[in-house]
């Protein structure tokens, strides 16, 4: 039986061509869109059913130079993290992924099937603590594909979209000065959109597009603002608090220090200004920095930095 978000005959986006690659690249038979789980507009994610079982299926219309590789920082973390990184699983040849004639790419992943987990401190706890382990492996080969350098330079370039122009531009030193220092293999947009729960309540992250090796303070300051804060500015400081303590606990490396991870939290709350209601995320980048000694002071404690 089909759920809501499915397209009207029950096939996968644009119905016999998904179809088709499915069957030819993996052999895939009598495949239907259970549910329409991601949907962006370039690409999107469904989960499928088919004679063979359950799968998830990511289709990319324009994968960009960012996502080339990440198929391979996936599967290097998923090697020592099995349980907290979705499968890959290959085409009949072997390969990640395929492409067909129009450029679109076609992956195919195992099926997740214990939902997302609720936003709650024990849910927070155990994601800081899967990062800390992530970023005590060793380093990938593709760089996280949000430079630091070059996001700065896009605020830069965009800020004249905004009435706001001057305010941002102030702001985007704080983004260059971000170390690149701790670097590990990070994922860099940790937020429960991108979990998943296993029946055995094993947490699983999503959508690897980005993920490389970045700055630590990235990974940690992605949820200070565009998590911790909701766009009505409330604040959830038994998650964050959570967060930061799963990681410390399991942390086996140098932690970058508050001031680090709250630049790298305004670089991606004004990364994500032009996404949805800018108003709004403007308010909300505005207001942590009006909090910025208090938030300071919060990370150094939960993080064990004085």
């Not at 030819?24 to 495949?31: C, Y």
């Not at 507009?41 to 219309?61: S, W």
Request: one cysteine or more; hydrophobic letters at 40%; aromatic letters at 8%.
């Amino acid at each position: 039986m089909l759920v809501h978000g499915e397209s009207s005959d029950g096939q996968l986006g644009d119905g016999a061509t998904s179809s088709n690659l499915l069957r030819e690249g993996w052999g895939l038979t009598g495949v239907s869109l259970l549910q329409r789980l991601q949907t962006y507009p370039t690409r999107y994610v469904g989960r499928i059913v088919c004679d063979q079982g359950c799968f998830a299926v990511k289709v990319d219309a324009d994968p960009g130079p960012g996502v080339e590789g990440s198929q391979h920082v996936q599967l290097a973390v998923a090697r020592a993290l099995a349980h907290h990184v979705p499968a890959i699983v290959p085409d009949l040849s072997g390969a990640p992924y395929v492409v067909d004639k129009d450029g679109r790419r076609l992956t195919v992943f195992e099926d997740i099937r214990g939902g997302q987990p609720t936003s709650s401190a024990p849910t927070w706890h155990r994601l800081g603590a899967i990062l800390a382990q992530m970023h005590a492996l060793p380093t990938v080969s593709k760089d996280f594909a949000i430079p630091v350098q070059a996001a700065a330079n896009e605020l830069d370039q965009q800020a004249s979209d905004y009435p706001f122009a001057e305010d941002l531009r102030s702001l985007t030193h704080r983004v260059r000065r971000i170390s690149d220092q701790p670097a590990a293999t990070i994922h860099g947009e940790v937020n429960l959109s991108n979990v998943r729960q296993r029946p055995d309540g094993d947490l699983v992250l999503l959508d690897w597009d980005a993920a490389g090796t970045g700055p630590i303070a990235l990974d940690l300051g992605y949820p200070l603002i565009c998590v911790f804060h909701d766009e009505d500015l409330t604040w959830h400081p038994d998650r964050a608090a959570a967060f930061y303590a799963g990681y410390a606990e399991n942390s086996t490396g140098t932690i970058p220090s508050p001031e680090q991870i709250f630049d790298a939290a305004l670089m991606h709350a004004l990364h994500y200004l032009r996404f949805a209601n800018t108003a709004q995320r403007w308010a909300r980048a505005r207001y942590a920095i009006n909090q910025e000694a208090r938030l300071l002071e919060f990370l150094a404690r939960t993080i064990g930095q004085h």
